[in-house]
């Protein structure tokens, strides 16, 4: 916090700024420990599939009886009603990458503020995301199966195959470990967009734009291109010490409020090390990110020492996502996958508990006379 005028100070990035209650997730950093509704993310990431989590988060927050099998039924049935929409997707939206190709066609979706919009949305990033890139590839889309669960289909609509319940059980724990996550920027912007009273639609239109950026939702990417560039073991310490070198960041690593490991990063850690007893992914990988992770944490806390820069949640997401299937460019859109269930739960809490979100700037420019003495001298 510093002051910028008199009786006026400012948090830059608002860090540590409280701008909302919530019963939602609570992020603590010091622990490196995440409560979701009550539950720790070690207890529910690997047990909680994606409609035990919707269900946990939007309870109470809607007019409409909600239940594990009621949830799971309208998610099934809204799949395949948006399926529709892919038939409007034209050339300038395959043109886009993923994700905003992925946000061109939420933004075709009807905006409102009751259950029906929720499940709509949730489905929706679901069906759009796999049919999306499998047009992309010249491929045909595959339609939903009402009757599968959220993970499995989502699988399924992507790659043609059934998925081994392993794969199911490792796509439900990432979509579990990231459904929720504090006042982070996306989730902030959910919550502002809902508090001027716009519906449900346009939060998570506007939070799907916030997470797009490769300090939020964007880095797990990049993290494949380094895992690939550094190739091997042996070349880790010297990649890494040359990209900080040139004044780059390490993508999946560093956090705003983790001073210690990223609590979703051993959630996830464990699913692709289940991923690898079933074989869908490479033991050598998952050793190189283990060793890469190692050296660059060393290497940062010696460049750092004042700031612990741990890995963070989109490391292993990249190992991850890449053993199951999907392409390294649509990452971020797998994120709003999960996430899209936390928007509409903060966008429901802030619509129903919260006032219109109104902060303060400062205004630094030139006063009117300084601008007319500073026109007169020239
Ligand atoms: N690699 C190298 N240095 C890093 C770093 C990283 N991943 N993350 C932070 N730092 C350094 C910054 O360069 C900065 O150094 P300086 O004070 O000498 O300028 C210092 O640590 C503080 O960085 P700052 O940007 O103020 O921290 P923040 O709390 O605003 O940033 C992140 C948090 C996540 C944006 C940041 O750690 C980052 O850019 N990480 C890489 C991207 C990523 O993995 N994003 C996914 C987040 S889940």
Known sequence: MFPVKENVMMKNGLEDVVAAETVLSDVDGEAGRLIIRGASLDDLAGSATFEDTALRLWDGFFEEPMSAATLKTALGRARAEVFAHIGAVDEAILSLPPVDALRALLARLPDGDDLRTAVRLAAATAVFLPALLRLQQNRLPIAPDATLSQAADTLRMLTGTTPSPAQIAALDAYLVTICDHGLNASTFTSRVVASTGAGLASSVL???????????????????????????????????????????RLMGFGHRIYKVRDPRADALKAALQRLAEEGTVTLSRVKLAEVVERVAVAILRERKPDRRLDVNVEFYTALLLDALGFPRESFTGVFALGRTVGWIAHAREQAMNGRLIRPRSV????????????????
Request: no cysteine.
């Open 206 to 248: 506007a939070a799907l734009s916030a997470l797009k950026g490769p300090l939020h939702g964007g880095a797990p990417g990049p993290v494949l291109d380094m895992l690939d560039e550094i190739g091997t073991e042996s070349s880790a310490e010297t990649w890494l010490r040359e990209t900080l070198g040139r004044g780059e």
């Open 363 to 378: 205004y630094v420019g030139p006063q009117p006379d300084q601008q007319r003495s500073l026109q007169r001298a020239v």
